[in-house]
Each structure stands twice: as C-alpha cells, then as structure tokens.
C-alpha cells in the first residue's frame, strides 16, 4: 500500500514564530494584490527575520544571494515559509505556483491578537486529496484529524504507528476501515516487530 507524506517543511519549529512570522510579512505585503518569493524575502528582511553568513538585513541578502537560487538560503528559506502557509491555507497560488495571494483565513491569522485556535483548526483542516496544493492520492485521509482520532482510539501513537496507521489507510472517512486500521494496529502492539513487516 502507498501512504500521503506530506512533507512539511520545516523552517522553524516553534508555531508562535511562524505564526509571528507570517503576522510579519502581512503587514509588509497585505496591500499587494498578488507577492512572489523575492517579495517574502524582502518582508522577512525588512522585519529583521533572517541572517545570512552573520549580517541581518540588507547585507544578509547580499551575502545570501546566488546566481543558483537553490542555493540561495534567504530564498529557500522563504521558500519554505511559503509552502508551510500555503500547506495552513493562509496563502493560496494565484497566476502561477510561486506568485501568491493571501487567503481570507490567512488575513484573519495576520490581524489576530490571539490566533492559536484557529491555528489549530488549519492544522486538523489539512486534508487529502487536495487541489489546492496540487496533491493528488488515491487515498482520503486528513493527516492530523486522522492521527488525533487514532491517539485517542489507541491511547497513544509511536512514529511507526503513525506511518503504518492513519498516513496509510485509504479512506479515513469510512468508520469500517478506521476500525480495522485500529485493530491491526492493537494487534501489533502484542506481537513486535509486526509494523516492520
């Protein structure tokens, strides 16, 4: 069986900052009606958000900037950010894959004074298949929702349960194969070593 792995990138493990982050380049960007990268590295820079080789700021571009832009870390850093709000919903593609346009919810998070709970919902939200992001599956699962519901069901979860469990079940949404996932699951925790085959 094939599973969704999403990979979320990973520009900075702290949800407040992330979130204070894209709270950051709104107020940079919120007027313009469409933004690219460079528009986010900009912003980042501007709000003293990045460093590059020791300097901040403008020098930090400086130093950052290549002629190979996938070598380039103040671009692939806002690279990352991008497709971590695009993967929350906050931002959404417009003309093209890298020109980007905020989304009701992501103006809501950027004028919020306390955005944790509709984070949260973002984070339970993320589903697949999804057109948005351009995956496509031929599973139905909701990455979070489908783990919690799994947590709960178990009273735990190992990474290995994750990956065998709820990113490789195929439809999430049928209460059927929920059960069944559920109980192999139970079945491999009495017997190790069962996840591995």
Same mark, same amino acid.
């Given at each position: @069986?094939?599973?969704?792995?999403? #990979?979320?990138?990973?520009?900075?493990?702290?949800?407040?900052?992330?979130?204070?982050? $894209?709270?950051? *380049?709104?107020?940079?960007?919120? =007027?313009? #009606?469409?933004?690219?990268? @460079?528009? &986010?590295?900009?912003?980042? &820079?501007?709000? =003293? +958000?990045? %460093?590059?080789?020791?300097?901040?700021?403008?020098?930090?571009?400086?130093?950052?900037?290549?002629?190979?832009?996938?070598?380039?870390?103040?671009? +692939?850093?806002?690279?990352?950010?991008?497709?971590?709000?695009?993967?929350?919903?906050?931002?959404?593609?417009?003309?093209?894959?890298?020109?980007?346009? $905020?989304?009701?919810?992501? +103006?809501? *998070?950027?004028?919020?004074?306390?955005? =944790?709970?509709?984070?949260?919902?973002?984070?339970?939200?993320?589903?697949?298949? +999804?057109?948005?992001? /351009?995956?496509?599956?031929?599973? %139905?699962? #909701?990455?979070?929702? /489908? *783990?919690?519901?799994?947590?709960?069901?178990?009273?735990?979860?190992?990474?290995?349960?994750? &990956?065998?469990?709820?990113?490789?079940?195929?439809?999430?949404?049928?209460? %059927?194969? $929920?059960?069944?996932?559920?109980?192999?699951?139970?079945?491999? #925790?009495?017997?190790?070593?069962?996840? @591995?085959?």
């Amino acid at each position: @069986d094939s599973f969704v792995m999403q #990979r979320i990138p990973n520009p900075v493990s702290d949800v407040d900052v992330f979130i204070r982050v $894209f709270q950051e *380049i709104h107020q940079i960007l919120g =007027n313009s #009606r469409e933004f690219n990268l @460079d528009d &986010i590295s900009r912003a980042m &820079i501007e709000k =003293n +958000n990045v %460093t590059s080789q020791g300097a901040i700021g403008a020098e930090a571009l400086r130093r950052s900037t290549r002629s190979d832009r996938s070598r380039d870390p103040i671009y +692939n850093q806002s690279k990352m950010y991008a497709e971590l709000f695009r993967t929350l919903g906050w931002i959404q593609s417009t003309t093209s894959k890298l020109k980007y346009e $905020f989304s009701f919810i992501g +103006n809501h *998070i950027a004028r919020s004074k306390s955005p =944790n709970s509709l984070v949260v919902e973002c984070l339970i939200g993320i589903a697949y298949p +999804n057109e948005v992001l /351009g995956v496509t599956s031929n599973q %139905t699962i #909701r990455i979070f929702g /489908g *783990i919690l519901k799994t947590m709960s069901a178990l009273g735990g979860i190992t990474r290995d349960e994750m &990956i065998a469990g709820p990113l490789s079940i195929k439809d999430d949404t049928s209460q %059927t194969e $929920f059960q069944k996932m559920v109980e192999r699951l139970r079945a491999c #925790r009495k017997k190790p070593g069962e996840l @591995d085959k």
